[in-house]
């Protein structure tokens, strides 16, 4: 069941009691503004439309990355908390962390809820009445904690803060993920928490979406270019991409205040953030698969595209207002198929059960014989008793008997030529 903030809880108790809620006032917007006018994709995807139901009032996006930066203006008021994972950053997430990244957490929430710089001038984000959370996480050799420790503390921290939508605009490059994941994410699931997920950019050596955005349950964003068409720099592809958003000029605030133009799906999944925010802003009451459903259901079909989702554009371009505003019928179960519980079950084997009950009687298997006390065997050139028996005697017997029966021949042959001796004449030479 969906987790209610108060200011949600105030909202849907005042529909209750003085009917259906009033339409917002317009949002101040100087058709002048060069930066507002940059924003193209406010116009191009609903955004501009969606304004008229809901600006995201009631809802929470927490963003773990580098740190949302704590000057510039266009944040005053958004932040709500924060937190850092990281072991470098400050106590409430908002010092920006890493060396040359260290602006990309401030970038990524000026596109999910900035709030402008006043009479409708600054760059403005997608539910600029949303609140954010700031989770700071360091990468590389920032910081001596590991990066998967980060990521599932700065998980755990955002489901227990009140986050509906959390924002992960990052990528391992890697389809497989650390174990100590499992639980972070399914936390958030159970939770029911959205999870939106950047893609990756194959100019930056991403050829493939890799986790977190392979894991069952998150909402990955694909890139296009301002006319809508897959980035082929700011943008990856895969099979789990859920819908495309831009990821090409994009704005962004760093921490400093200063105004930056940059490519990417760590921009193109704040804006979903964003929208879903929208969506939980708009219906309360609904829940995070139907969240996702509404997201991937509205999503403009991509022309030339036709089975879905397609590897680059998922079920196809991200639509707010048709999100916000549609009928779409509510599902029982995650509309991205296997859920990471399902999934856990399978490959990790976390879910076996007990063993099996034996369905027949075992074996009965008489004891083996004692053992035989064995006798050690003697020297082979020593003689045993049965060799002596058997053969030394014998041997001995034979062979005196032999020499007797010899020694009367030869006496028996003596006695013969002496007496024939003695009868023969004497012979002598001449």
């Known amino acids: 069941m969906r987790r209610l903030s108060a200011a949600a809880v105030a909202m849907t108790l005042a529909g209750t009691l003085v009917g259906a809620a009033s339409p917002p006032p317009p949002v101040a917007d100087e058709p002048t503004d060069q930066v507002r006018a940059a924003e193209y994709w406010l116009d191009q995807y609903g955004v501009r439309e969606a304004w008229n139901t809901t600006r995201g009032a009631g809802t929470r996006i927490a963003i773990i990355d580098t740190g949302i930066g704590n000057g510039p203006v266009?944040?005053?008021?958004?932040?709500?908390?924060?937190?850092?994972?990281?072991?470098?950053?400050?106590?409430?997430?908002?010092?920006?962390?890493?060396?040359?990244?260290?602006?990309?957490?401030?970038?990524?929430?000026?596109l999910a809820a900035a709030r402008g710089t006043g009479d409708g001038r600054g760059m403005i984000g997608v539910a600029p009445e949303a609140e954010l959370l700031s989770i700071s996480v360091g990468f590389g050799a920032t910081t001596t904690v590991p990066f998967t420790q980060q990521i599932a503390e700065a998980m755990?921290?955002?489901?227990?803060?009140?986050?509906?939508?959390?924002?992960?605009?990052?990528?391992?490059?890697?389809?497989?993920?650390?174990?100590?994941?499992d639980d972070a994410f399914l936390y958030a699931f159970e939770n029911d928490v959205v999870v939106i997920v950047a893609a990756g950019n194959r100019g930056s050596g991403t050829n493939r979406v890799g986790a977190p955005a392979t894991i069952p349950g998150v909402l990955t964003v694909g890139g296009v270019d301002p006319a809508g068409v897959a980035s082929q720099e700011a943008s990856t592809q895969g099979i789990t991409i859920g819908v495309a958003a831009p990821s090409e000029r994009l704005l962004g605030v760093s921490p400093d205040g200063q105004l930056v133009s940059w490519n990417g799906t760590s921009g193109a999944a704040p804006l979903v953030a964003g929208i879903a925010a929208l969506v939980r802003s708009a219906h309360p009451e609904m829940n995070a698969d139907n969240v996702i459903n509404r997201l991937i259901k509205t999503a403009s079909p991509v022309p030339g595209i036709g089975e879905t989702p397609d590897p680059l554009y998922g079920y196809g371009l991200v639509n707010a207002s048709?999100?916000?505003?549609?009928?779409?019928?509510?599902?029982?179960?995650?509309?991205?198929?296997?859920?990471l519980a399902e999934w856990i079950r399978l490959y990790r084997r976390a879910?076996?059960?007990?063993?099996?009950?034996?369905?027949?009687?075992?074996?009965?298997?008489?004891?083996?014989?004692?053992?035989?006390?064995?006798?050690?065997?003697?020297?082979?050139?020593?003689?045993?008793?049965?060799?002596?028996?058997?053969?030394?005697?014998?041997?001995?017997?034979?062979?005196?008997?032999?020499?007797?029966?010899?020694?009367?021949?030869?006496?028996?042959?003596?006695?013969?030529?002496?007496?024939?001796?003695?009868?023969?004449?004497?012979?002598?030479?001449?």
């Not at 005053?76 to 962390?97: E, L």
């Not at 048709?322 to 859920?339: D, I, K």
């Not at 014998?394 to 030869?410: D, E, F, N, S, Y």
Request: no cysteine.
């Open 156 to 181: 755990r921290w955002a489901v227990d803060n009140g986050a509906d939508v959390i924002n992960l605009s990052l990528t391992t490059n890697t389809l497989d993920w650390d174990v100590s994941w």
């Open 322 to 339: 048709a999100a916000v505003t549609a009928q779409v019928s509510t599902v029982t179960e995650s509309p991205l198929g296997l859920t």
């Open 351 to 430: 879910d076996a059960g007990p063993a099996p009950e034996p369905t027949v009687a075992p074996v009965e298997v008489p004891p083996l014989p004692e053992r035989e006390e064995q006798t050690r065997a003697a020297p082979p050139l020593l003689p045993t008793a049965e060799t002596v028996r058997y053969g030394t005697v014998p041997l001995m017997a034979g062979t005196v008997a032999a020499i007797m029966i010899a020694l009367g021949l030869t006496a028996a042959a003596r006695r013969i030529r002496s007496a024939r001796a003695s009868r023969e004449p004497s012979r002598k030479p001449i």
């Open 74 to 110: 266009e944040f005053s008021g958004a932040v709500a908390g924060g937190t850092d994972v990281s072991g470098v950053g400050s106590p409430d997430g908002r010092t920006p962390v890493g060396g040359v990244d260290k602006s990309h957490g401030s970038w990524v929430a000026s």
